[in-house]
């Protein structure tokens, strides 16, 4: 029997990179992620965390099996992950200050956020946002 207390779930999208360490990397030293350890000899695998968030990386012996979404999208505006954030202004001016390339900058959107897009140092798509109410 399942018990009366709700249950809480979280996600971990898992993005197929060329170079785990140097996108480990990225994500530490521009997005304020950290990581423990990698996985593999040579490296192969490493999950990068922020606030509760989780990003797994993974490589593939063979190079060049990265898929972001862009790449499926003909305006190449497809997100690979939307993460929900405190606040996404915030957020944005820390990632301007350290130079992460903002693929759409923040605005209100029509679905009743205030986000806007980052591009990693692979191409993946992420997208910052924040409930603005409307």
């Known amino acids: 029997m399942i018990a009366d207390t709700p249950m809480t ?3 971990a999208p898992c993005f ?3 170079d785990v360490v140097v996108t480990a990397n990225f994500y530490r030293d521009n997005l304020g992620f950290h990581y423990e350890r990698f996985w593999g000899e040579p490296p192969c695998f ?6 509760g968030i989780i990003i797994m990386l993974s490589q593939f012996d063979k190079p060049g099996s990265m898929r972001p979404n862009r ?3 003909p305006n190449g505006e497809a997100w690979d ?3 929900w954030v405190d606040n996404a202004d915030t957020l944005c001016g820390e990632f301007k200050a350290k130079g992460v390339k903002i693929a759409r900058d923040i605005c209100d959107q029509p679905y009743g956020n205030r986000d806007f897009d980052i591009e990693d140092c692979n191409g993946y798509r992420l997208c910052f946002g924040h409930d603005s109410g409307g």
């Open 9 to 11: 779930w979280h996600v």
């Open 16 to 18: 197929i990179v060329d």
């Open 46 to 51: 490493c999950m990068v965390k922020r606030s």
């Open 71 to 73: 790449l499926a999208d």
């Open 81 to 83: 992950a939307y993460i």
